[in-house]
T-cell receptor, first 113, second 111 residues
Framework: EAGVAQSPRYKIIEKRQSVAFWCNPI?????LYWYQQILGQGPKLLIQ????????DSQLPKDRFSAERLKGVDSTLKIQPAKLEDSAVYLCASSQQVQETQYFGPGTRLLVL | GNSVTQMEGPVTLSEEAFLTINCTYT??????LFWYVQYPGEGLQLLLKATKADDKGSNKGFEATYRKETTSFHLEKGSVQVSDSAVYFC??????????FGTGTSLTVIP
């Protein structure tokens, strides 16, 4: 069974530029999560989808971050415009349903200069 | 609110030593508790979990017991191996199904 796929693996941009990350969850998983992991900290949930609907986006900085999962399968997370403090690893995870085990992708490491 | 406090690292042990990584939590209601592991260059993987008080999660020789009276979920292993070198994260899932992670503890096991 293929795991959670993410791309790109690494991205370097300058502040005020925009960037997008892509995630393809495990086939059949209804729930998809995006986390931000700043160096030296644990992952922080940004947004959670159940199929193509948003379950929780309370910690998503909505003035610059957006995410979608239009067909209830893969998802895109966008930052526009990026700030220096957005430098982090962005993790995508999926689970069959909300209370099931989460499986994590390898993450996208973002550096904002 | 919900939060997880983990023992700070890094931790360096010799092979076959006993491992304890402390984890305490603050939560409303009755959370589920987890340990995740991140091996070098890989994504987070679930190591073990416990869903109610006094439950013991175990996997690959690691154990952790959900202690409601001390709000703790310490990770232990009797004899570590070089292959256990990784970063370990304690986490809780609150009543709203949101996950809260600790800051992670880096473990290096030397031969």
């Amino acid at each position: 069974e293929a795991g959670v796929a993410q791309s790109p693996r690494y991205k370097i941009i300058e502040k005020r530029q925009s960037v997008a990350f892509w995630c393809n969850p495990i086939s059949g998983h209804a729930t998809l999560y995006w986390y931000q992991q700043i160096l030296g900290q644990g992952p922080k949930l940004l947004i959670q989808f159940q199929n193509n609907g948003v379950v929780d986006d309370s910690q998503l900085p909505k003035d610059r971050f957006s995410a979608e999962r239009l067909k209830g399968v893969d998802s895109t997370l966008k930052i526009q415009p990026a700030k220096l403090e957005d430098s982090a690893v962005y993790l995508c995870a999926s689970s069959q349903q909300v209370q099931e085990t989460q499986y994590f992708g390898p993450g996208t490491r973002l550096l904002v200069l | 609110g919900n939060s997880v406090t983990q023992m700070e690292g890094p931790v360096t042990l010799s092979e076959e030593a006993f491992l304890t990584i402390n984890c305490t939590y603050t939560a409303t209601g009755y959370p589920s508790l987890f340990w995740y592991v991140q091996y070098p260059g890989e994504g987070l993987q679930l190591l073990l979990k416990a869903t109610k008080a006094d439950d013991k999660g175990s996997n690959k020789g690691f154990e952790a017991t959900y202690r409601k009276e001390t709000t703790s979920f310490h990770l232990e292993k009797g004899s570590v191996q070089v292959s256990d070198s990784a970063v370990y994260f304690c986490a809780l899932r609150g009543t709203g199904n949101q996950f809260y992670f600790g800051t992670g503890t880096s473990l290096t096991v030397i031969p």
